[in-house]
């Protein structure tokens, strides 16, 4: 026989600590009075749970500004140059890396490109351990290491560290969290908690954390990248479908007579909106090379532009309207190219939304990422956070320091 274990003021008092670094990390600094409302806790219990955290290095009291009748008011705010965890988006033609702070200030970034096409698992490794020695070179002595989080373009079993299939990398059956966490142990005798996923989900987590979506319940977030992929927040949480497969949007079939897509099938959506089907369709080769002319010809003559591109945008209309009807969300936020195109596409979306749904009560904000890093890279960095906001003492007991 088994019962659940009691509720003891330690687990009361974790829990607490939890819910109040919660806040600070994801609303920013907030006054005493403001957890004291925002938790439902007394004031003194407050003073007890943000002394604690203060002591643990985790946040600060500082003096803020408004406070009533003119006296200067101390504010709370989590210290976020001494707390960071690292965040990595593999892409098919990038790695890009960023040192984020508690509360989500990017500390520092690193861009690297690389040649389009399969990634080797081992080139993928190198580059990770040489964006973070160049990374932990921009960071103070003393700053507290909590986590790694790696957005993969591909199906990522999350728990197991485990990624099943990347195919814009070439990669099946890769158990890369393992491999990732020995290799760190290996070039610098640690290695904090690593965790995967996929690139889209991470996108609609951060969105729905601190992007365009933070007012809302359901978010999509599309990544456009040589495919399309596609993140689903629904109740704030990450839609996975039964086996992991959830929000594989790009291929959904909108055109059963077009193209063949490197999934099998025939005319999905990634066939249709996908960076090389939006280069041939303004005139350019295929290929990663074309983009930064596809986008200075695009600012030189928008017109012209506008033109071109008037079939993708109605098929990404059409996207748009299955995804509308399928999950009504409150946002649908566009990254990566079809973020770059949307100014050029954003009539004829509009107008086939309009076509598709003349009598909809709802529908969905389409909504451009507002946050300072690439959306799957920050939910990199809010996956890295995750073990630490959900237990911050033992977290940092467990946390590496930077010497
Ligand atoms: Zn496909």
Known sequence: MLKPSPVTPDKVKRHNLARVLRYLHEDGELSRSDLVFLTGLNRSTIGALVSDLAEAGLVEEVSGVGGSRGRPSLVVRTNSSRNFVLAFDLGVDRIVAAAVGLG???LATIHRPRKDGPYPVKEAIA?????????FTSLPTGATWAGVGIAIPGVVETEL????????LGWIDVPFGQMITESFRKQIGVCPKVVLGNDANFGAVAEYVRGAATAASSVVYLTGDVGVGGGVVLGGEVLTGSSGFAGELGHLVVNPAGQPCNCGSRGCWETEVGRDAILSAAGFL???????DFLAASIADPAAMKLALAGVGGWVGVGLVNLMNSIDPHYIVLGGHLAEIY???????????DQSRPNAHTRARISLPSLSLDSP????????FAP????????????????
């Open 104 to 106: 989500g200030e990017v």
């Open 127 to 135: 580059a990770i351990l040489e964006s973070t020695d160049e990374l």
């Open 161 to 168: 560290g485990f990624i099943r299939k990347a195919p814009n």
């Open 286 to 292: 295929p290929g990663p090379d074309s983009f930064p």
């Open 343 to 353: 100014p050029y596409i954003n009539e004829v979306v509009i107008k086939r939304i």
């Open 377 to 384: 890279l920050a939910g990199a960095a809010e996956a890295a």
């Open 388 to 403: 630490l906001l959900s237990d911050p003492l033992h977290e940092m007991d467990q946390a590496f320091v930077l010497i």
